[in-house]
């Protein structure tokens, strides 16, 4: 109803005014997070246009991140997680802090001699024991991200202590970060990720780099993840000096 009242839509140049006029009243939360849009074929009766334009319209929108299809079940605005990049938290904390339940499938949590990428990362001579997890993150059974991370043995002694946290079981050790850098690069995702993201090749994905810290300035993890772009936005609060 509200895309049938925007008077942007009758104008010219139908498939790029009926996409700007979805995003407006997508981003005006005419239609909230998780609703569904008209069908193309109701979309398409209402405001006279072809199907083709409307499904051109909505196609973009979909590559843009903005709108999501699932088979079978339409057309709906995407539910997107917002999270401050100046807070150093969990995966499972920003997800039950939105109400979901965070889960993660594991493909590896293994001991064994450190990388040389993962000596320099976490500061430790060749030869020293890390404790390797690589993972699913879920949050209510949708994946979004996959991680692997590796934790100095001396801080965690067998990663098997980590049923589904890595920061719980730190913090059972003592070991919990208190400090981060982290490095955010937009790549996109390859075949075998997007197949574990549920998404396809090629889609959009935020790279994070952690290396994490104690107060002594020992280094933690470090993690290196890959969100999905279609979901995430990572937002920072910016100050003058
Ligand atoms: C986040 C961190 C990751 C950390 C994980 C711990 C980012 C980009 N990455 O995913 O570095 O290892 O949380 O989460 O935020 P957990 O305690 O739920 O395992």
């Known amino acids: 109803q509200r895309i049938c009242n925007d008077p942007a839509v009758y104008q010219p140049l139908a498939y790029l005014r009926l996409r700007r006029a979805i995003r407006n009243i997508v981003e005006r939360r005419g239609i909230e997070p998780g609703q569904t849009l008209p069908s ?102 949708e994946p979004l991200a996959i991680e692997r991370s590796a934790v100095p043995a001396s801080l965690l002694p067998d990663p098997m202590l980590v049923s589904d946290s890595l920061y719980e079981a730190l913090e059972r050790f003592n070991a919990r970060p208190r400090r981060a850098l982290q490095r955010l690069r937009a790549v996109s995702l390859n075949a075998h990720q997007a ?41 920072a609060e910016l100050q003058t000096d």
């Open 195 to 235: 197949r574990l993201l549920h998404v396809s090749a090629g889609s959009a994905g935020l790279n994070i780099e952690r290396r994490s810290f104690l107060d002594d300035g020992r280094v933690v993890e470090f993690t290196c993840s890959w969100y999905r772009g279609d979901i995430y936005d990572f937002v």
């Open 40 to 141: 193309e074929r109701d979309l398409a009766q209402t405001l006279k246009l072809s199907r083709v334009t409307v499904r051109k319209a909505i196609a973009g929108l979909v590559e843009d991140g903005l709108l999501h299809q699932r088979h079978g079940a339409g057309t709906f605005v995407a539910e997107r997680i917002v999270k401050p990049m100046s807070r150093l938290t969990s995966f499972t904390e920003d997800l039950r802090e939105r109400g979901l339940s965070p889960r993660s499938e594991f493909f590896e949590r293994s001991l064994g001699e450190v990388t040389p990428e993962e000596s320099m990362a976490l500061n430790l001579s060749p030869g020293s024991i890390v404790a390797r997890l690589h993972r699913v993150r879920y949050g209510q059974d």
